[in-house]
């Protein structure tokens, strides 16, 4: 997705698509009128289309809104049914990145997840917030209380624990079946506090150096994600340190606070501007953090050239261990997985526009089979776990699941940890309750292939 054309593309032409740049510090991005305007304009171009219908439920919704009134056109629909659109959209970003022929530079700009932001930041403006969902988005916070507490909270938040989650359905709406992710009492700043040795004999010994940015995910709840990627690097010979500032701003950026996304922006920039001076290479361990730092947050503070370095030294972690076996070459030692991979190509890595690259990586594992699926988990954040959420979730995620059933394989990965924890829930349902493949980040799966995990 690159910077806006120097001249004006040809109708049909083959010009990369763009994205505006976001500009929510503008009062007239909050326009109601202006926003829902807006919103007829680019779903009456959808309606003409129709390419999307398969996606997800967003546009099934309107167009069944369509279908159903009274002239069969947009013009008969209430501007108020919209918010049924916005309702099932997870911003994943897959009908502009792989449907849409009419997104920039297309004279019909079309870009429906940034204008489901614009109407979600809008809506916010007029004091339309979701308070339960705006405190589980947090996450530092909550992960931060929930440490010393680790075992209490994994306890009580289990899904064993009936009563308990019944409570919590009733009182934070997060509904009593969704698999939540577990807290620990050691976080992977904790324990990659001294990093791990590069390795002399490794093949990029001396010509590389990594700053690992942990995620809040990682940290809080996988911190044997960022052990993975610490040892698979420094196997390579590659000096890695681990740098957590804070959350990139993910939920908040789903719930439309952008004024918040963009201070996290800055700040976290700010803490890596030394390590990007320095050299270094900056490598996200989660898709969706990946997707913020080289993508959403160049689009919402453009100027800020800190953000725009930090925008172009980032890869993710699976796309960087690729990069080092083209460059260099890999070290010794890979033993085959056995019962094969699957890999779930989630969203947030498709929409990097970078291609497989976690599946692209365990290729590289002697003698192992990976297999691929590329759809939707429809976990999308608290999206997948919230009660009034959560069936559409679940609907949407069921063809993948499916899908991963059929390769029959001993392992299940995903760019994205929370879809591969969703899908292995819903591999539960759709296997009668046959014994699920282990779930895992590819980078982990890597570390084992080398004994190093």
């Not at 997800?56 to 629909?77: N, Y």
């Not at 809506?123 to 209490?152: H, S, V, W, Y």
């Not at 014994?435 to 190093?452: D, K, L, M, N, V």
């Amino acid at each position: 997705m690159a910077d806006s054309p120097k001249t004006t593309p040809r109708e049909g032409s083959l010009d990369a698509p763009f994205r505006h740049p976001i500009a929510w510090r503008d009062e007239a991005y909050y326009d109601m009128d202006a926003v829902l305007k807006e919103m007829e304009r680019q779903f009456d171009v959808c309606h003409t289309c129709r390419r999307c219908f398969n996606l997800c439920d967003s546009f099934p919704r309107l167009f069944d809104m369509i279908d159903e009134s009274k002239t069969g056109e947009l013009d008969s629909v209430p501007k108020s049914e919209y918010a049924k659109v916005d309702e099932a959209c997870t911003l994943c970003d897959m009908c502009f990145l792989t449907k849409c022929p009419y997104v920039p530079p297309h004279e019909f700009d079309i870009d429906i997840p940034h204008l489901i932001l614009r109407y979600r930041a809008a809506r916010r403006r007029e004091g339309q917030k979701d308070a339960i969902r705006d405190e589980l988005g947090k996450t530092d916070r909550n992960g931060k209380l929930a440490k010393p507490l680790a075992g209490l909270a994994n306890w009580a938040t289990a899904r064993k624990n009936t009563p308990l989650r019944k409570l919590l359905e009733a009182v934070a709406e997060i509904d009593a079946e969704a698999e939540l992710p577990k807290y620990h009492s050691k976080t992977a700043t904790d324990l990659l506090k001294a990093p791990v040795a590069p390795d002399p004999a490794g093949p990029a010994f001396g010509q590389r150096k990594v700053a690992l940015y942990a995620t809040c995910f990682v940290d809080y709840n996988a911190p044997d994600t960022a052990m993975a990627a610490a040892k698979v690097l420094a196997k390579q010979g590659v000096e890695a340190v681990l740098v957590y500032p804070e959350c990139c701003g993910m939920p908040q950026l789903e719930a439309g606070d952008l004024k918040d996304v963009a201070g996290r922006a800055e700040r976290v920039a700010r803490a890596f501007a030394p390590y990007v001076e320095q050299g270094y290479d900056i490598v996200a361990l989660t898709a969706s953090c990946g997707l913020m730092m080289k993508f959403e947050w160049p689009l919402i503070v453009p100027e800020n050239h800190e953000v725009g370095r930090l925008a172009a030294a980032t890869r993710d972690i699976t796309e960087y261990v690729v990069n080092l076996s083209k460059d260099f070459g890999l070290a010794p030692g890979l033993s085959a997985v056995e019962g094969g991979v699957t890999v779930h190509h989630a969203c947030h890595a498709r929409a990097q526009n970078m291609g497989q690259k976690s599946a692209e990586m365990l290729r590289l594992i002697p003698d192992t089979k990976v297999d691929v699926v590329e759809r939707c988990s429809g976990h999308g954040g608290t999206f997948g776990v919230m009660k009034d959420t959560r069936p559409l979730a679940n609907k949407v995620g069921k063809p993948a699941a499916r899908q991963v059933a059929q390769k029959e394989n001993a392992e299940l990965c995903s760019d994205c940890p929370l879809a591969c924890k969703h899908l292995g829930q819903l591999l539960e349902v759709e296997t009668g309750g046959a014994a699920a493949p282990r779930q895992s980040h590819p980078i982990e799966i890597f570390a084992r292939a080398y004994g190093a995990l």
